[in-house]
């Protein structure tokens, strides 16, 4: 069965997030989640007034599951209201890629020839078991119809 949106395109966003700190803060990098420059955006979370600096801030922490691992987990800390794709010159640190709707079934078995898969992304028992039915979805999708078998190939199951 295809999920509900599987007939509409989609976006992938794209963050450098070295290249958001130099623009943000005049320093390339990943610092970790004491960095001084970083500091007055988590103090002003606290407060009841927020100040919007116009800043976001990028850094890493230490993993503490496989999936922040397998992921090459980082985060973002956000001193502003707006858009992180509305901040000045977010032209050098963000990028949206538009995926027409026919394309997503190429890409997707693209991704899983490369085995950037739900189950490698996502690694729990929940994710393991879908990525184990997206696999089924995915072959029977690209395999040609037994002999008397209908000819409409099942659909790739969604990625959450």
Same mark, same amino acid.
């Given at each position: 069965m295809d999920p509900p949106h599987a007939n509409l395109g989609a976006a992938l966003w794209a963050l450098d997030p070295q290249q958001l700190n130099e623009t943000c803060f005049g320093k390339w990098g990943l610092p970790?989640?004491?960095t001084?420059?970083?500091?007055?955006?988590?103090? &002003?979370?606290?407060?009841d007034e927020k100040v919007d600096s116009g800043k976001v801030a990028a850094f890493r922490v230490k993993v503490? &599951?496989?999936?922040?691992?397998?992921?090459?987990a980082a985060f973002t800390l956000h001193g502003t209201s707006r858009g992180i794709e509305t901040l000045e010159r977010a032209e050098t640190f963000v990028r949206r890629f538009r995926i027409p709707a026919e394309a997503k079934p190429v890409i997707q078995m %693209?991704?899983? &020839?490369?085995?950037?898969?739900r189950k490698f992304l996502f690694p729990d028992l929940e994710n393991l078991a879908g990525?184990?039915? &997206? %696999?089924i979805n995915l072959e029977q999708a690209w395999s040609p119809p037994a002999a008397g078998a209908p000819s409409v190939p099942a659909g790739p199951a969604g990625v959450p």
């Open positions: 970790g989640i004491g001084p420059q970083i500091r007055p955006l988590w103090a &002003d979370v606290f407060k503490i &599951d496989v999936r922040m691992l397998v992921q090459q %693209e991704l899983y &020839d490369m085995g950037i898969t990525g184990l039915q &997206d %696999e």
